[in-house]
C-alpha cells in the first residue's frame, strides 16, 4: 500500500468524514455514501495523508457515481469517483496504481488504512487505523460483494468503523476493491465493493482513462498448483537422433582406429615378433576412444544450473541492448494495453481478459501451458512487448521458471526440425557453441523460445508456405513458448485453421490517451516545453491524437519534444481537426523529419566525432534507394529471398552502380598482388634465376590474381570465414579426409612424371590448402561430386603446368604448386559446387558460429579468414626466401616480400568480401562515410536500423518509405 495516496474527504453538505484512496494524478475512488447529498459536479474537501501534517484541505468534485444505473448491480455499487481541482495540487510521485480481481477459492491477505471514529481525537481531527486481514472469495458469491475479515490488530465496536467507509483495500500491490460499511455478521467483517464490479458500470472506464488513470485489473489469488502436476521444468519430448547421426558417432571414431591399426602394421620393421601388432592394436583402439571423447558433447563447468545462470546473464545483456534501442535509447516503455482473443478451441487456461506492458510478466506465469502468441498492427509493439516480457521475467530478484530466449524466426529454415535450429542457434549465440548444452536444456524444459516475425517469413504474395510449416512444427513443440505476428496475417491463418494450439492469443490495443499522456512526461527531458500542450495533444477529433495512438508515432513525439524546434512541430498541430489522410501523412512526415536530428545529438559518453543529420539522411537514402539482397546471396545472380529493407554487407556494392564498386574491387586485387610479384622478381634476379627458369615461377603465379581479380567483380559473393569448430565434428574430418584423398590421386601421375619428392610436396600442399580451407572456410551445403569435378581437373592443370616448366628448382616449387593447385582448386570448385546444390534446393548459409551475430559478422569474418591465410602464406614465403637456395636473399628483403605475399594470399585473394567493401568505399568517395561500418553500427545503436542476425534492418516501415522519397 502506498501512504501517499491515503485520502481523507470532508463532505460539508452533509458535514461528514470519509476515506478514500487516489487511484490517479488527480482521482480518488471512494464509497458513494460518503458523498451523499453532493451533485454531480459538486464539491467536497480532501486531503492527502501526511503523518507530519503538512497537508492542506484542498477541493475535488464528484464525476462519477452509478446512481443513473438502473442495473442490479448498481444498487448495491457503493463507489464514487472525485477529481481534485485545488490549485495547489500536487500529486504524489510514486508509481501508478495497479488493480486486480480476486479468483480462486483461497483466501488472500488485505490492508487498509482509513479515517474512522474509532480514532478520533478531541479536536474531532481523525488519525488513522489500518483494515489488517483477509479477502474470502467463497463468502457472498452471489452479490459479488467483497467481504473482508478483520484479524490482525483492534477492531472496534460497529459504529467506530464510520468513517472508513471509501478505505482502499489492497492485496498486495493490487487495490482491489473499496470499503462500503461493517456487516452485522460478526465484529469485524465489513463489505467493500470489488473495483472489477465498478468497472462494469457505464462510464467508469470511460471516466478513469479521460482523467489519466491507466485501468487494467489483473488476477490474483487463485488455487496454487499441484507441485507434482505443474513444475517450473516439465521435460519436453525432443525427437531423437537420426539412424544416420546415431551410426556416424560409432562409424568415424572406429574408422580412425582402424587405419591407425592398418597403418601401423604396414609400417612394422622386419622380424618384430608379435609386439609390434599388440602395440599397433593398442594405438587403434585408443585412437578409437579419444577420437569419440573429442567429437562427443563438452561437459559444461558447475553442470545445467550453471549453463542456465549463465544462459539468463547472457540472454538478459542482449535484451536489454536491444529494448534500449527500440526505445529510442531509452529505458521508459508506453505501458500499452493487450486484450485476450478467445480462439476456436485449444486456448490455454488462466488467460485473463486484459493485460498490459508491465504485467505481461505475471500473465505469462498464470498461462496453463505458459504459452501466448502477441499480434497487432504495424508499429503497436509487438516486438518490443516479447522483449519487455523477457526483460520483466530476467529482472526479477526470484525466478526459477524457464529463460526466455528471443530469436528471428525469418532466419529459421524450415526444413530444419525446430528443436535442431533453435538449439543450435541458443548454443552458438550464448552457450559458447555448445549444441548438446542447448538441447538439453531445451528438452529439459529450461528454456522458453520467444520467436519474433512470424509474419516476416514469407514474402508478400508468396502463399506463406514458410509460416503455415513453422507453425505445424511449433505446435508438435509441446514446452512454453513466446510467438509474435501481425494481426491480419495470424487471422488469415487462422482461417486456415493454421495457428498456434495450447495458447492465449492476444492483440495489442491502440495507445490510450492516458497512456500516452504518461509516456510522454515520463520521457520528457524538459517537461515544461511539454507542460502547456501535453493534455491538448490527445483532444478528440484532433489529427494529434489519431497519429499518436501508436507506440512507434509515440517514440518519435518524445524525440521530436528534446528539442525546440521539434516542439513547436507538435504545437503547429494542435487543435487541427483530423480531417482526413492528408494531414495524418503531413504530421507524421514532420515527425519523421524531427527523428533523425534528435538522435543526432551529440553523447558525452560517446568520444566519436558526431555525425551531422542532413549527412545521416543523405547517407541513408542512397543505402535505402533500391531492393538489397540480405543474407547470403546466390553466388550464381539467382533471385535473393531477403525482404527488401534488409542491408547486408557484403551486397551494398549496388549502391555505387551496376559496375563501379565491383571493378574498384577487381583493381584493388590487382594492386593487393602487384607488390609480391615485383618483390618476387627481385629475389629471383638476385639469385640470378631471371629470365629462366624465374619466369616460369612468375608465370605459374599469374593466375591466382587474374582469377581473384574475376571473382571480385562478381555480382555476389559469399564472405569467408574460418571455422575452427568443424575440426571436431565429422564434417571438417570428413573434408580433411577429402582433399588428402585427392592430393593422393595427384601424387599418381606426378610420380610418373617429376619423381616421388615433386609429386609427394605438391600432393601434401594440396591436401593442406585444399582439405583444410573446405574444412574451415567454406559453408556446409555443397555438391561434393560437382566440387570435385570442377576443382579436380583445375588442380591438376596447374601442377603438371608446373612440374614441366619448373620441377629442376627442386621439390619446393612441388610444395609451391600444391598450394596453389588447392587454392586454385576452391576457386573454381566451390562455385560449381553451391551452384549444383542451389539446383537441388541447397546451398543454404551455415548456421553463424559461436557469439550473437551481427550485421557486421560476414565483414570480420572475411578479414579474419584473410589475415590466418595470410598469415600462413607470409610464414611459407619467409622460409623461402630465407631456405631455399634458388630463393634465398638477406632478411630485411625476406620479410619484406613475405608480407607482400601474405597480403596477395589473404586481402588479395581469399578476403573478397573485404575487396568488395573497399571497392564500395572508393567508388562511393564523397557520397558516403569512409568508415561505412561504424556509420552502420551506429545508425544501430542509435535506433535507425536494427540488426536482425546478419542484416541491418531499417527501423520501421514508414521510416523506409521516407527515405525512399
Known amino acids: 500500500m502506498d501512504q501517499a495516496r491515503v485520502m481523507e474527504i470532508w463532505n460539508p453538505a452533509l458535514g461528514k468524514s470519509g476515506s478514500g484512496y487516489l487511484i490517479g494524478d488527480d482521482v480518488v475512488l471512494t464509497a458513494l455514501h460518503a458523498v451523499e447529498g453532493v451533485r454531480p459536479r459538486g464539491t467536497v474537501d480532501v486531503r492527502r495523508l501526511d503523518p507530519e501534517s503538512r497537508t492542506v484541505w484542498t477541493t475535488a468534485e464528484l464525476v462519477w457515481s452509478p446512481e443513473a444505473e438502473a442495473s442490479p448491480a448498481s444498487q448495491e455499487a457503493d463507489g464514487a469517483l472525485l477529481r481534485i481541482t485545488g490549485p495547489g495540487w ?16 483461497d483466501r488472500v491477505p488485505c490492508l487498509g488504512l482509513g479515517f474512522p471514529n474509532a480514532v478520533a481525537r478531541p479536536d474531532h481531527a481523525r488519525d488513522t487505523m489500518p483494515i489488517r486481514g483477509h479477502v474470502d472469495p467463497l463468502h457472498r ?55 472489477s464490479v465498478l468497472a462494469e458500470l457505464s462510464g467508469f472506464e470511460q471516466t478513469l482513462r479521460a482523467y489519466g488513470v491507466h485501468f487494467v485489473t489483473e488476477d490474483i489469488g487463485g488455487t496454487a498448483p499441484d507441485a507434482d502436476d505443474d513444475t517450473d521444468f516439465a521435460p519436453i519430448a525432443m525427437p531423437p537422433p537420426s539412424s544416420w547421426q546415431r551410426m556416424r558417432k560409432l562409424l568415424v571414431p572406429a574408422a580412425a582406429g582402424t587405419t591407425t591399426t592398418l597403418a601401423l602394421l604396414a609400417l612394422s620393421p622386419p622380424a618384430s615378433g608379435a609386439t609390434w601388432p599388440l ?20 561437459p559444461v563447468a558447475g553442470g545445467r544450473e550453471a549453463a542456465l545462470q549463465r544462459l539468463g546473464e547472457t540472454v538478459r545483456g542482449e535484451v536489454d541492448r536491444r529494448r534500449w534501442q527500440l526505445l529510442g535509447n531509452d529505458r521508459k516503455a508506453i505501458n500499452v494495453t493487450f486484450v485476450t482473443l478467445p480462439q476456436s478451441g485449444r486456448d490455454a487456461d488462466g488467460a485473463w481478459p486484459r493485460g498490459d506492458f508491465d504485467g505481461i510478466a505475471r500473465y505469462l506465469a498464470a498461462l496453463r501451458p505458459k504459452r501466448m502468441v502477441i499480434t497487432g498492427g504495424p508499429g503497436s509493439g509487438k516486438t518490443l512487448l516479447a522483449y519487455e516480457l523477457v526483460h520483466r521475467v530476467l529482472d526479477r530478484k526470484r525466478y526459477d521458471g524457464p529463460v526466455p530466449v528471443p530469436a528471428g524466426l525469418s ?26 548444452t542447448a538441447r538439453d536444456l531445451l528438452a529439459s524444459g529450461r528454456i522458453m523460445p520467444v520467436l519474433d516475425g512470424l509474419d516476416e517469413m514469407d514474402l508478400p504474395g508468396s502463399g506463406r508456405h514458410r509460416a503455415r510449416t513453422a507453425l505445424a512444427q511449433l505446435n508438435r513443440f509441446a514446452g512454453p513458448l513466446v510467438l509474435t505476428c501481425r494481426s491480419d496475417e495470424y487471422t488469415e491463418l487462422s482461417r486456415a485453421d493454421q495457428r498456434l494450439l495450447d495458447c492465449a492469443t492476444v492483440r495489442i490495443e491502440t495507445v490510450q490517451p492516458v497512456d500516452g499522456r504518461r509516456f510522454l512526461v515520463e520521457r520528457a ?60 501523412a503531413r504530421l507524421r512526415a514532420a515527425l519523421l523529419e524531427e527523428f533523425i536530428p534528435s538522435l543526432c545529438e551529440p553523447d558525452p559518453a560517446d568520444r566519436r566525432r558526431p ?14 534507394a533500391g531492393p538489397r539482397g540480405g543474407g547470403a546471396a546466390p553466388a550464381d545472380g539467382g533471385p535473393s529471398t531477403a525482404p527488401p529493407h534488409s542491408l547486408a554487407i557484403h551486397t551494398l556494392w549496388s549502391v555505387a552502380g551496376p559496375r563501379s564498386a565491383r571493378y574498384a574491387a577487381a583493381a584493388i586485387t590487382l594492386a593487393c598482388w602487384l607488390p609480391a610479384l615485383l618483390l618476387l622478381t627481385v629475389c629471383l634476379h638476385r639469385n640470378h634465376t631471371l629470365p629462366l627458369p624465374g619466369a616460369v615461377l612468375l608465370a605459374l603465379l599469374l593466375p591466382a590474381p587474374l582469377l ?48 616421388p619428392g615433386f609429386a609427394l610436396t605438391a600432393g601434401a600442399g594440396f591436401a593442406v590448402v585444399f582439405g583444410f580451407g573446405l574444412a ?103 622460409y623461402a626466401t630465407l631456405r631455399v637456395e634458388w630463393l634465398q636473399v638477406s632478411w630485411p628483403l625476406a620479410v619484406t616480400t613475405a608480407l607482400a605475399c601474405g597480403v596477395a594470399a589473404g586481402p588479395g585473394f581469399v578476403a573478397v568480401t573485404i575487396r568488395q567493401y573497399a571497392g564500395l568505399i572508393a567508388a562511393t568517395r564523397g557520397k558516403l562515410p569512409l568508415r561505412l561500418a561504424g556509420f552502420l553500427r551506429w545508425c544501430d545503436e542509435r535506433g535507425l536500423l536494427r540488426s536482425a542476425g546478419t542484416v541491418y534492418r531499417v527501423r520501421h516501415d514508414e521510416l523506409l518509405e521516407w527515405l525512399q522519397r
Not at 490482525?152 to 492485496?171: A, F
Not at 602395440?279 to 563438452?298: A, D, N, Q
Open 141 to 195: 458469491m452471489k452479490s459479488r460483494m467483497t467481504t473482508v475479515h478483520v484479524d490482525v490488530g483492534i477492531v472496534p465496536g460497529r459504529s467506530g468503523w464510520r468513517g472508513s467507509s471509501g478505505t482502499g483495500l489492497l492485496c498486495g500491490p493490487h487495490l482491489v476493491a473499496v470499503v462500503t460499511r461493517e456487516m452485522g455478521l460478526a465484529p469485524g467483517v465489513l463489505e467493500a465493493v470489488p473495483v
Open 411 to 436: 532466419e529459421w529454415d524450415t526444413g530444419v526440425t525446430f528443436a535442431d535450429w533453435f538449439s543450435a542457434r541458443v548454443g552458438s549465440e550464448y552457450l559458447g557453441g555448445s549444441d548438446a
Open 776 to 878: 574451415l572456410s567454406v559453408r556446409a551445403d555443397i555438391d561434393r561430386r560437382h566440387l570435385v569435378g570442377a576443382g579436380t581437373p583445375s588442380a591438376l592443370g596447374v601442377t603438371v603446368a608446373a612440374g614441366f616448366l619448373a620441377a629442376r628448382l627442386g621439390d619446393f616449387i612441388g610444395l609451391i604448386a600444391g598450394c596453389g593447385a588447392g587454392a586454385i582448386g576452391l576457386a573454381v570448385g566451390v562455385p560449381a559446387g553451391l551452384r549444383s546444390a542451389r539446383r537441388h534446393n541447397g546451398g543454404e548459409p551455415d548456421p553463424n558460429p559461436p557469439g550473437v551475430p551481427t550485421p557486421l559478422s560476414p565483414l570480420r569474418n572475411d578479414a579474419m579468414a584473410g589475415v590466418v591465410s595470410g598469415a600462413v602464406v607470409a610464414a611459407l614465403t619467409l
Open 525 to 584: 527531458t524538459n517537461r515544461a516545453r511539454l507542460a502547456g500542450m501535453k493534455d491538448d495533444l490527445f483532444t478528440a477529433g484532433t489529427v494529434t491524437k489519431e497519429v499518436l495512438s501508436s507506440p512507434w508515432m509515440l517514440t518519435l513525439a518524445s524525440l521530436a519534444l528534446r528539442t525546440e524546434a521539434g516542439a513547436a512541430t507538435l504545437r503547429s498541430f494542435i487543435r487541427v481537426p483530423a480531417s482526413g489522410g492528408p494531414e495524418q
Open 279 to 298: 602395440g599397433s592394436t593398442l594405438s587403434g583402439v585408443l585412437t578409437t576412444w579419444g577420437i569419440g571423447r573429442l567429437r562427443g558433447p563438452r
Open 708 to 755: 581473384s581479380a574475376w571473382n571480385a567483380r562478381a555480382r555476389y559473393v559469399e564472405p569467408r570465414r574460418i571455422l575452427f569448430g568443424r575440426l571436431r565434428g565429422g564434417l571438417g574430418w570428413s573434408r580433411i579426409a577429402l582433399g588428402v584423398t585427392l592430393g593422393g590421386v595427384l601424387m599418381l601421375p606426378l610420380t610418373a612424371l617429376f619423381g
Open 611 to 624: 555525425y551531422r543529420a542532413p549527412a545521416v539522411t543523405r547517407w541513408l537514402r542512397l543505402l535505402t
Open 90 to 105: 500536487r500529486p504524489p510521485a510514486t508509481p501508478p496504481v495497479r488493480f486486480g480481481r480476486i479468483v480462486g477459492q
